[in-house]
């Protein structure tokens, strides 16, 4: 961070005349955040106008300020992007009443997080710049180019909405105000997420159309039943900072690659696949996981693909475990060397690619699929025949175990080494005895 | 030394090392992933990582943050991208070094959130408005993950334009054993930022057309402007012809001229092959086991691997076209790809395309079986 650098200023604007009609609310708001800015003494190196789309997003040309021009609607993420990089910032956002519409969700977050920037909404009831059409706080009845009938949408609170969501700072008036120089200066001082909704008249559009003026401004205001003044004020802590204290987790440090010993061998002349097909709860996947690091500490190459429903703890559960002796390019064969099938789930998943295996490939499976229907040789082992009643959850591991042993792909000492590692070292452990010991019945 | 790892963990660790210190992105799979892993990493190593509240606040938050000086990464997949088009113009036009990493899955729409493609190839060149170029990087294993993504990041800062690094649901979810030797680094240069005193009041600059200036960053010593409007020089919207015309030849010429600076193909000939295999992505990956099956057989081949999608590595695929009788180009779309290939060779060289849009990979034997 350089250190501050304070440049007091007389005016923060530049020697370009505004552009906007006569009359607009546009050029009394800008001359009130001037003299806001003036008050404050803001470092102009330190305080970023953003804006997006429309008259008002032409406003950050005037100041001599930084500056972001960005797309409709999306000034306040980009806003939230400047601040998160450097909370030191001074983010001041101008919006039209369109960018509450298409942007309302940046809103209500930016709101919900209490980012510290503030917005300022130059809120004239229509789009100026595109014709005059209505937006989201269109008065009911309001005639706009495409409410030829009259509006019969319901204007968005926006005071309301962004107060009720954790904003830190919001105020409702009219650029007629006398203390909106006042308000944006504690909205820029507030260290929160902070909003003015500033009721403006677009002289070109709506003005003409529903022959608006100041005094109807304030009528529309109570007709609504929309207060003024200063609506919330609510002491949060300020995002982008919370944020970096809040995101550290003590004692983790950056992840680098986690090294796998070898200290067994193995040798393949091609590359072997043991696909488990089982249920979700049955640790499928981690049970794939564990014969893959075992590879690797075989000295073999292993991927370790899976399948299973979007909903992750229920149906089906597939993990397909290729094996080889050098790198593996393609891991996405659908012929398994050994298929082991486990549930009614994982049966229902490979049924037809078991149908249509051939004599080279081996089913593994539990009696209750004895008889299906397939090419390959089909092996039973029973888990009910071993002692002890071996849980659902480790059941995939005690079938991995099995086929390894089975099929002599590496040595079981590698599984067993890499089944008591981790949390379930134990169980684990113990689940591969025990597959290893079924497969030797 | 082995480990067991993933494209995604692969990407996250690129990051870190080129540097990457504002993340942040919206769940998607294939691509969350990257999200999970960045929001770990990056407080770890002093960054930011947010989870927006939508993938357009997200891409939007990293071009403020790096208008900020951060360095700057999002991760989406085909959707995402779709709700990214307009803040990748504007990340052209406003000349952001930004990567963007798409995790490729089944389209169109929602499509397949759990399956192979690689269908976003067209998209992410032509993905916004106005047709104006950027860079695409496409690793074919995990090691490239890493390297592509380190690479990804110092392109974003050489060009000042946003980055893909375009990756699959495949090769980001699948674990498999890395060689730890593999993952080779790049240098990723610091970001070219204007000096104290320098005007910052003209963040941009056309001339030489092919020119890109260094970036002034907000907190600098001097106000700095920021737009994603057709401007002048000083950032200032602008309908003068000379200038808009001078700008937007600027936004092509500072890559189409620098193309040498870019491409990256892994050429393996044989000289006495008269067909060679092209693809890339994770279709590479089968084309490499396939080349091995058929010189283990006696059979002459070549291929090529595209690294550098975007913008087209000419040179190499004219080389490859000029010494080949026939090209035979693999991808998971309907020939996204096979029509540069095409468009190259002129009708001069048979070009056949070996494409699936069935969810599953293409195997060596639908290349060998091309080959035959
Ligand atoms: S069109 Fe309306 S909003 Fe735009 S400058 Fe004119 S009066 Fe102001």
Redesign the interface.
């Known amino acids: 961070?350089?250190p501050t650098?304070v440049t007091t200023l007389g005016s923060y604007r530049n020697d370009s005349p505004y552009p906007f009609c006569p009359g607009c609310g546009h050029k009394s708001i800008l001359d009130h955040l001037n003299e806001a800015l003036v008050e404050l003494q803001a470092d102009?190196?330190?305080t970023?106008i953003?804006t997006d789309i429309g008259c008002a997003g032409?406003s950050?040309?005037y100041f001599?300020?930084?500056?972001?021009?960005?797309?409709h609607g999306?000034s306040?993420?980009?806003?939230?992007?400047?601040?998160?990089?450097?909370p030191?910032?001074t983010v001041i956002v101008v919006m039209g009443d369109g960018g509450t519409g298409i942007g309302g969700?940046?809103l209500?977050?930016a709101a919900r997080r209490n980012i510290g920037v503030t917005v300022l909404v130059f809120n004239n009831f229509n789009y100026g710049m595109t014709g005059g059409q209505h937006s989201a706080t269109t008065p009911e009845g309001a005639f706009t180019t495409t409410t030829p009938g009259g509006n019969p949408e319901r204007p968005l609170d926006i005071c309301g909405s962004v107060g009720v969501n954790g904003a830190g700072y919001v105020w409702r008036g009219t650029s007629f105000d006398a203390d909106l120089t006042q308000r944006i200066c504690e909205a820029v001082t507030s260290d929160s997420f902070a909003l003015l909704d500033i009721w403006e008249l677009c002289t070109a559009y709506f003005v003409k159309s529903n022959q608006f003026s100041r005094r109807a401004l304030e009528s529309t205001l109570e007709t609504l039943g929309f207060q003024t003044g200063v609506l919330y004020r609510e002491g949060r802590p300020e995002y982008?900072r919370a944020?970096?204290e809040s995101?550290?987790?003590p004692g983790?440090?950056?992840?680098?690659?986690?090294?796998?010993?070898?200290n067994w061998s193995a040798s393949l002349e091609r590359p072997f696949m043991i696909e488990l097909a089982g249920s979700a709860g049955g640790r499928v996947r981690s049970a794939a996981?564990i014969g893959?690091?075992a590879?690797?500490r075989s000295g073999?190459?292993?991927?370790?693909?899976?399948?299973y429903p979007?909903t992750v703890k229920t149906g089906h559960s597939l993990a397909k475990l290729l094996l080889s002796d050098r790198?593996?390019?393609?891991?996405?064969?659908?012929r398994p060397d050994m298929l082991v099938i486990l549930t009614a789930d994982g049966l229902g998943k490979v049924r037809s690619r078991a149908a249509g295996l051939s004599s080279d490939s081996i089913i593994l499976t539990v009696p209750e699929f004895a008889d299906i229907e397939s090419g390959a040789e089909v092996r039973v082992v029973d888990p009910a025949s071993l002692p002890d009643r071996v849980p659902k959850a480790d059941l995939g591991l005690l079938a991995l175990a099995a086929a390894v042993r089975h099929s002599g792909v590496f040595p079981v000492d590698a599984l067993r080494a890499a089944a008591a590692e981790g949390p379930f070292g134990e169980s684990n452990a113990a689940a591969v005895e025990a597959g290893i010991r079924l497969a030797g019945l | 030394m082995r480990e067991l790892t993933d494209g995604s963990t692969a990407i996250v660790r690129g990051a870190v090392d080129a540097g990457c210190d504002f993340f942040a992105g919206y769940p998607i799979t294939p691509a969350s992933q990257i999200l999970t892993g960045m929001s770990r990493e990056m407080p770890l190593v002093g960054g930011v990582a947010i989870q927006g509240e939508d993938e357009i606040s997200s891409i939007g938050m990293c071009i403020g943050a790096t208008m900020a000086g951060a360095r700057a990464m999002t991760a989406t997949s085909g959707p995402g991208i779709s709700l990214y088009s307009e803040n990748i113009g504007m990340a052209i036009i406003g000349e952001v070094p930004l990567v963007i990493i798409d995790v490729q899955r089944l389209g169109p729409s929602t499509g397949g959130a759990t399956t192979a493609a690689q269908g976003d190839v067209q998209f992410v060149r032509w993905g916004t408005g106005g047709g104006y170029p950027i860079i695409a990087l496409a690793p074919s294993s995990v090691p490239e993950c890493y390297t592509l993504t380190m690479k990804a990041f110092d392109l974003a800062e050489r060009f000042r334009c946003p980055v893909f690094v375009l990756t699959d649901k495949e090769l980001n979810l699948t674990a498999t054993t890395v060689d730890i030797d593999a993952y080779e680094k790049v240098p990723v240069r610091p970001r070219s930022r204007m000096a104290p005193g320098e005007s910052a009041g003209a963040p941009y600059s056309y001339q030489p057309p092919d020119a890109v200036g260094p970036i002034a960053t907000y907190g600098d010593d001097t106000p700095v402007r920021f737009t994603g409007s057709t401007h002048d020089e000083r950032a200032f919207i602008t309908k003068d012809p000379q200038t808009v015309g001078a700008l937007n030849e600027h936004l092509v010429a500072k890559i189409e001229n620098h193309q040498d600076e870019i491409d990256m193909v892994v050429a393996d000939i044989d000289p006495g092959a008269d067909t060679a295999l092209l693809s890339y992505g994770i279709t590479a990956g089968s084309m490499r086991e396939a080349v091995r099956v058929a010189r283990a057989g006696g059979r002459p081949v070549s291929a090529l691997t595209i690294q550098s999608l975007w913008p087209v590595p000419e040179p190499a695929i004219l080389g490859l076209l000029e010494s080949h009788e026939r090209v035979i180009v693999g991808e998971l779309n309907h020939g996204q790809y096979r029509r540069e290939i095409e468009r190259l060779a002129a009708r001069k060289t048979d070009v056949v395309g070996v494409h699936r849009t069935d969810g599953t990979l293409i195997t060596p034997q639908d290349f060998l079986e091309a080959l035959s």
């Open positions: 961070m350089n650098t102009p190196m330190k970023v953003v032409l950050d040309q001599a300020t930084s500056a972001f021009h960005g797309l999306r306040v993420t980009y806003a939230t992007g400047i601040k998160l990089a450097q030191d910032l969700t940046h209500l977050n982008s944020l970096r995101a550290r987790i983790t440090v950056p992840g680098g690659p986690v090294p796998v010993e070898q996981r893959a690091l590879a690797i073999l190459y292993a991927s370790q693909r899976d399948d979007v790198p593996i390019d393609y891991a996405g064969s659908d």
